[in-house]
């Protein structure tokens, strides 16, 4: 495409003019405040790290059963799945903890269960954690989190926004320096 052509067209004007309609429209929302943050946080710039974003996964039995099939070592301890494959490799580096410590040997399922009652250890043991357990005869009724739901929009004011930027990035390159601002 050429780059001259939204300048040809007279295209700039009424596209700039979109941006704050779209931008007021968009702020209806009630994840705007998510939206606005996801577009100033850039990695490395500011911002948290998405997990803290993620939604906790619901696993059910058959989940469950499929995993330790596979070989995998899930375990429930209360409600929480935990992987306990992660949890031993894990643990000789952790061992230097007192209360791990006392666990040594034992059954990785006790020593995990054991260092969850423990303030000092809960933390830690929360990076071992896959998700929650869904009884299965429980019925899955979930609700929607409002601050999670974004307008339909905000993807064309970010992509307007982005062309916008581009014609002005071009329009700085392409103009010759006057004699002043050299």
């Not at 939604?55 to 899930?74: C, M, Q």
Request: with cysteine; glycine share 8%; aromatic share 6%.
């Amino acid at each position: 495409m050429d780059a001259g052509l939204l300048q040809e067209t007279g295209s700039i004007p009424l596209l700039a003019g979109l941006l704050e309609p779209l931008d007021r429209y968009n702020h209806l929302a009630p994840g705007h405040e998510r939206d606005d943050h996801e577009d100033l946080a850039w990695p490395g710039i500011m911002g948290q790290s998405s997990k803290n974003n993620e939604e906790v996964s619901l696993i059910r039995k058959a989940d469950l059963e499929n995993h330790n099939k596979d070989g995998g070592f899930w375990t429930v301890i209360d409600g929480k799945v935990y992987d306990i494959k992660d949890f031993q490799a894990q643990s000789q580096s952790l061992a230097g903890n007192s209360i791990l410590a006392q666990f040594a040997g034992e059954d990785p399922v006790v020593a995990l269960d054991a260092a969850l009652q423990f303030e000092d250890t809960r933390e830690s043991m929360q990076a071992f954690c896959v998700g929650h357990y869904m009884e299965p005869n429980q019925e899955m009724v979930t609700t929607p989190d409002l601050s999670s739901l974004s307008s339909p929009l905000i993807d064309t004011e970010r992509n307007l926004g982005l062309l916008l930027g581009l014609h002005a990035s071009f329009l700085a390159m392409s103009t010759p320096l006057s004699s002043i601002e050299k």
